[in-house]
């Protein structure tokens, strides 16, 4: 039977482990603000090299330039990557949240184009844009600014930032240290007592979760003090995303430590899983562009709910019934892995 007081006996002699290691307490701190601040100085400039230009109305997901008004220097600028984009307003939406960096009509005399004031990558390729036609035809174009709040990039970044650290905090943290204890012979003595695997895995799953969120708060509060963050949305709602998105990522740990007798071979399983989830649940960068299939994978990733969950709350004021969808796959993947995990987890090595 399930008891709720084996649970929290476990849940509180897991914190005092993590808060009496001193230098493991203080890395969880440090390296956020570390990593905030040093992407901070270097995104403070304009130190692009890749940039995205929306071009509309365009259907599907091929971007064809037969009669249209880009100038051939543009189309084979290595530096640039063209979107198709179907409508205005979806342009204007994706220009909003740094998704591209350059709007443009493909099919007016004008040669209107929309960009973000808040975007150096903005300002940079529409300086591009009016170079090209310049020098080709000598053709003034015509400069519209997006209406509304307008999302800065470290706006959007940040969000990723704090999920990547979350990620690495809630696959080692349970996963290595679960194989670590099966080790040692500490799981061996708790298989005597009445604790069920269900019991301990879920204590370890929320001990995580709640020093996460600790870091997480204090972290979040520090950083708005340097960049001034603009939380569009609930704060609450803010913060209950990431807490969804650190069980489901802690599930997985889990999971992966359920019966792992090697420290070497579980931090393979590890890095397996968190590199894919880096690199294309847009941690670092929108996958506006990429090919379709590299966009549907990055939506079996947990990493991916979290950051659009998180993202809708903060940069477009999003509530829950907005994000319910993302909130809904969190929950379902952390009862699946959780359940998996209590059914194959083993006690000894």
């Not at 130190?47 to 037969?66: A, D, M, S």
């Not at 600014?145 to 930032?161: C, E, H, K, N, S």
């Not at 931090?267 to 590299?294: K, Q």
């Not at 994978?297 to 947990?302: C, Q």
Request: proline letters at 3%; charged letters at 15%; glycine letters at 8%.
């Amino acid at each position: 039977m399930l008891s709720g007081g084996r649970i929290w006996i476990m849940f509180r002699a897991r914190n005092k482990e993590f808060f009496r290691d001193k230098a493991a307490f203080g890395w969880n701190f440090a390296f956020p603000f570390l990593i905030i601040i040093g992407f901070g100085i270097i995104f403070s400039g304009d130190n692009f090299q890749r940039y995205k230009i929306g071009l509309f109305p365009l259907e599907g997901e091929t971007v064809t330039f037969e009669n249209s008004n880009i100038p051939l220097s543009l189309q084979n600028d290595p530096a640039v990557r063209f979107v198709a984009v179907s409508t205005l307003a979806e342009g204007i939406e994706k220009i909003r949240h740094h998704k591209i960096d350059l709007l443009v009509s493909v099919d007016g005399e004008d040669h209107a184009y929309w960009v973000n004031d808040a975007s150096p990558s903005g300002h940079i390729t529409g300086q591009l844009y009016r170079a090209a036609l310049s020098g080709s035809d000598d053709i003034a174009a015509v400069r519209h600014t997006v209406d509304g709040t307008q999302a800065r990039y470290i706006d959007w970044f940040f969000p990723g930032l704090m999920a990547m650290n979350m990620m690495f905090s809630a696959l080692w943290g349970v996963g290595y240290v679960v194989v670590r204890y099966r080790k040692n012979g500490a799981l061996k003595r708790l298989m005597a007592t009445p604790l069920t695997a269900f019991e301990y895995l879920s204590a370890q799953m929320l001990s995580r979760v709640f020093l996460l969120m600790f870091t997480f708060v204090v972290v979040w509060f520090g950083s708005d003090l340097i960049f001034d963050f603009r939380m569009q949305g609930s704060l609450i709602l803010f913060f209950f995303t990431f807490f969804l998105g650190g069980l489901s990522l802690c599930s997985i740990g889990l999971c992966l430590a359920a019966r792992g007798t090697s420290e070497e071979f579980t931090s393979g399983a590890l890095n397996f899983i968190s590199w894919p989830m880096m690199f294309l649940s847009e941690v670092w960068f929108s996958l506006e562009g990429a090919p379709y299939w590299v966009q549907q994978l990055s939506w079996f990733f947990p990493l991916t709910h979290l950051l659009k969950a998180s993202r809708k709350v903060m940069n477009d004021g999003a509530g829950l019934v907005d994000i319910q969808l993302e909130c809904g796959l969190m929950i379902v993947t952390t009862m699946l892995f959780l359940i998996l995990a209590a059914r194959i987890f083993s006690w000894v090595e």
